[in-house]
């Protein structure tokens, strides 16, 4: 029987075609094994060999064709060796395979009467310049992606009107999109210039986008105090009352993140017209979602001391429990959070007391 190990690149995975046999240059063009870009060998124009240990880890979800799969490992191989039979494994895999005294071809079973194992350089060859043709193409996008980020950056702080609201939008698509591009949003400064953006006078189309664009980053310290400003906390709360459903989890979410910390300044973030837009949101049984953004958040804001009262203060319990048989398990684990901080303060007992009373 074959040895099968883990397969050590996540996601790699054959694509079809039968595996092992010795190639010829020639025969694999022809037959479209390569595939890709041009159907045939690119990097032909690189002036750097590429590694190609580096291009399997960097290309761990690509489908690779199963000629390029060793057998033993079900992993890409990257020094090739064949056998007498003529079935071709990774080097390291098939010595293996013999140190633990097997006299046989893994994958046929038959008694070899060679052990030899012969360098494949030609299918060593093809699997180089696929890999290399897949790794360029990569980068290349990867780079245009970074442009496009960098270039949308620069035109966001020379537009105005309606072109901001779209340069917005068009770089929350590519934030989102691409995860490449959030940290060199970051890098560039873009925390800071879409933050900008925010004050008491900003539409709510531009502060829809620009939230949409921080919620997806990763905001240091600095960049978290500064959206803690009134005015900006003011407005955000304002989008998330009369935003769409994805601006209102949109809200959410960077208002969490907004209170995570012990030096958060919570108070200053949670307000009423918060909380009155949370119940909104969670009692909105259409978006699942937006239930569980807002329950989130309450369960954030019920952590702190101070302000469980607030949540109890606005009626935020006898909605909640109206919502328990509804909610899935998620959900109903942070609706009993809730619970249990509001509880915890005098005017949560009343409520709840009061509730379960008139429920009797």
Request: some cysteine; overall charge neutral; glycine content about 10%.
């Amino acid at each position: 029987m074959p040895m099968y190990q883990p397969n050590s690149h996540g996601n790699v995975k054959p694509d079809g075609g039968s595996g092992g046999q010795v190639l010829d240059l020639q025969t694999t063009i022809k037959g479209g094994i390569l595939g890709g870009v041009g159907g045939g060998l690119v990097c032909s124009g690189v002036k750097e060999k590429l590694d190609l240990r580096k291009m399997v880890e960097e290309l761990e979800s690509i489908h690779v064709p199963s000629v390029f799969i060793c057998p033993i490992s079900l992993d890409p191989m990257q020094e090739p060796v064949t056998l007498c039979t003529g079935q071709t494994y990774e080097r390291s895999n098939i010595l293996k395979w013999f140190s633990l005294g097997h006299c046989t071809c893994p994958t046929t079973m038959q008694e070899l009467w060679d052990d030899t194992v012969t360098p494949n350089r030609t299918l060593q060859q093809l699997i180089h310049s696929w890999f290399s043709s897949k790794y360029l193409a990569m980068k290349k996008r990867s780079d245009d992606v970074l442009g496009r980020a960098i270039e949308l950056l620069d035109s966001l702080k020379k537009v105005k009107g309606q072109a901001r609201v779209q340069t917005l939008k068009q770089l929350r698509h590519v934030v989102v999109a691409h995860s490449t591009a959030k940290k060199t949003v970051v890098d560039m400064g873009g925390a800071a210039v879409v933050s900008s953006l925010l004050g008491p006078f900003t539409t709510h189309a531009v502060g829809s986008e620009a939230i949409g664009i921080l919620v997806n980053l990763e905001l240091d310290l600095p960049s978290k105090a500064n959206l803690r400003q009134p005015a900006k906390v003011s407005l955000i709360v304002d989008v998330l009352n009369e935003g769409s459903i994805e601006t209102k989890i949109n809200c959410t979410k960077l208002i969490e993140m907004l209170m995570e910390g012990k030096e958060s300044g919570s108070e200053n973030v949670s307000s009423l017209s918060l909380l009155a837009g949370l119940l909104r949101l969670v009692k909105n049984k259409r978006h699942p979602s937006g239930i569980l953004a807002g329950l989130g958040l309450l369960n954030r804001i019920c952590s702190d001391e101070p302000l469980r009262s607030s949540v109890v203060s606005i009626g935020a319990v006898p909605p909640l429990v109206e919502l328990l048989p509804s909610l899935n398990n998620e959900c109903l684990e942070l609706a009993l959070y809730i619970f249990g901080g509001s509880l915890n303060c005098a005017r949560g007992q009343v409520g709840f007391e009061g509730l379960c009373q008139h429920d009797s």
